[in-house]
């Protein structure tokens, strides 16, 4: 029996502790927004850091100006093979309320048995993200047991504040930035495929947000007095927000493409091969045909091109009834969405440039800068990503899906700039775990298999 | 000496006591949409009555569900040259309030020097429109008393409610149809073209508007989600709003301009000549730069050609900050101005065929109708306007503008329509006469060429 085969059959074996961990674990109810939960935060934050300390951890509660922040480190991890990882992620939960709609104690966790075979873990934060750190920290445990360490160097960090914005994770970085900068970031805050098919996100886009705000007359003015040969920064406005994508749906800035790369062909060949159905996707929302880039499929759409959105509009009369109005301002939020080779700044001038280009001299514009942040991508030939697209796919008996995200992850950008670390993202939540939600709610094979992945990532990561 | 010039004559003679009878008009506070001066209203429209009765017409106060009409013939109008003509006026007057901002007893009219060696007329409806309605009864009763009557058949109807949205006049004109459909109407209610220009307004513009809403997805979508893939709803209106006009300003929508015809030489020869500065118009509001049609001069804009504006535009987030969302809805308010030869209908049926072949199956639109109705013109080669410039050019000592107007006047569209009359509208008016505002003036050199305008004009229409 191989080193792994023993870990595998440890962490079968010690299940039933696992679980009485992590119900310990929820029972604190680690509200992090809520001051009158301020002492439970720390003492989650104890209680984890005596968990890390049981198992052979240097770990150590850290104050910060809000939660304390749980860091742990291996003693023995100095010269083992493999990268240096840092796990990150989160003690704190959600609030609950409204309480009335669960169907138990969100504090007192249950087993609860479904139709269908799976049993949920029930209860705050038994999925985000208690039950998900613990399927690493479990995993540790298992190793540390059956070999008498891990296979490759692991740090940790927990923080009790993603639940209310991260104030002090930033700080903390910088302030630890020798300490805390390894090799890569496993984060376990993504979801699975679906219920059979685990998921690395690899691709994080960028986003850069703008305000613009054109100025015409200025005043309003009466469109039958003035309509035609006064501006109206509404027509302008449409014009320009329409201007921005060609009748293929391309983003037309100049340059807005320099530097995007196509898709890997052996990523374009497993999402040819996930189960996704585009219909369904859009049948969800109401759609049928997609938008955007013309010949593009919808996976590929959201997770690796470039796009541009208008999130807002407004102007002139927007009551009830009708006002022949020609307004002195009109004004949009366009969001862009970045992937790899996009730098935020030069998209951002570019958009501004093309915005000026078409308002005559006698109107003004100003701009907002509602953030700008560049894509995050685990380069498909990078070995971590490879190993634990092997590992998982052996855990899980088919191949894991290399998904991208439209959404953010702030600290996968956070260890990017502040730290200069990959991260990789591997999650075995499901889209259906009530997260944030009354009935929270984790898979026990979420949980098992999640800590059994681990176990093999870790090994895979040391060849 | 003329029948006309000892009519003049007289009207010269008799100013003062003209001025005491608007002084005696002014007095009564006929505040239409107030309650408590319901009973001043009916005395308003008595005291009219008695002084057209008083020169000879048969004046009659008839009742509605509002406040009373007041109706007149001429007794001795039959078998007159010439048309007979309706003379249209209003007896009630607008609320005073803020009463503190009158420097004098709104209803205690008072005349004041001016430095500029002008004489204005103060009170509530000094100008709008007791002052401009007894122009044309002062100028019947020197008529009548010089020569024992009026060159042309005069009739004349005075409404009560026109300051409070004139509820009893259409009912009124469909059940005295047959009463009232006379040659021609003869408005009173416009402006100057400047202190020392007189104008007829020939042209009034009509409007269509519609109010479009399109949806798109079942709800708000997450745009790092479904950016790309999913339709965003601003896209589609902005494309749609952007393409109602090309590069040159003019409307897009096929037979668009079919039927318009272009400005007569001699009224584009007369506008050339108006005192009008397109770049003190454009700067006065802040602008500088034309918009509309290409090659059009401003006024030809305003006046005489059809547009369109986007009067209200609304969809995603609008508030303080940055929200990535791609919204269900997207909505705009948009008219169109019409001119003569464009039927309402067909433009509102050629608009919603251009935003529907525009919408992708998956999507809707609905539409909202915000009235519709067609220009009014005066035809260039009327005898009545001919007749009526040439008047008006002999009693200012130059040339009268033949002016149009982006704005609605009401009245002459139902005329038109319920009586199938055309409108001669002819006033003297000031733009600074602060009607509907505290310290409402009329000029007294208004009032006064007013009076004799209208001689000159009632002269002019029987030859």
Redesign the interface.
Known sequence: MSALDQVLARIDADLDASLDRLFAMIRIPSISTDPAHKADCRRTAEWLAAELAAIGFDASVRDTPGHPMVVAHDPDGKGKPGPHALFYGHYDVQPVDPLALWHSDPFEPRLEKQPDGETWITGRGASDDKGALLTFVEACRAWKAVNGGLPINVSMLFEGEEESGSPSLRPFLEAHRDELSLDVALVCDTDMWDRETPAITMML?G?V?E?VVIT????D????????????P??L???I???L?DAD?RVTLPGFYDGVKELAPEIRAQWERLPFDEAA??AD?????????AGRS?LE??WT?P?C??????????GE???????SK????V?F?LVEGQDPETIRAAFRAHVRAMV????TVEFHQ??GSPALALPVDSPVLRKTLDALTREWGREAALAG????IPIVGDFKRLLGMDSLLVGFARFDNRIHSPNEKYDLSSFHHGIRSWARILDALSK
């Open positions: 886009r986003l947000g305000e015409a007359a200025s005043r003015l009466h469109s039958g007095m003035f309509g035609n040969a006064a501006r109206n509404i027509h406005l449409t014009a927000l329409a201007g994508r749906g996707f859009l929302v109401g759609l049928s045909i997609p938008a955007g880039e919808v759409q959201v091109r796009t959105e208008v999130n807002g509009i407004v102007g002139g009369y927007i009834g009708f006002k022949t109005v020609i307004p009109a004004s949009a939020k969001s969405r005559p001299a006698d109107c509602h953030g995200t439209g959404g953010s």
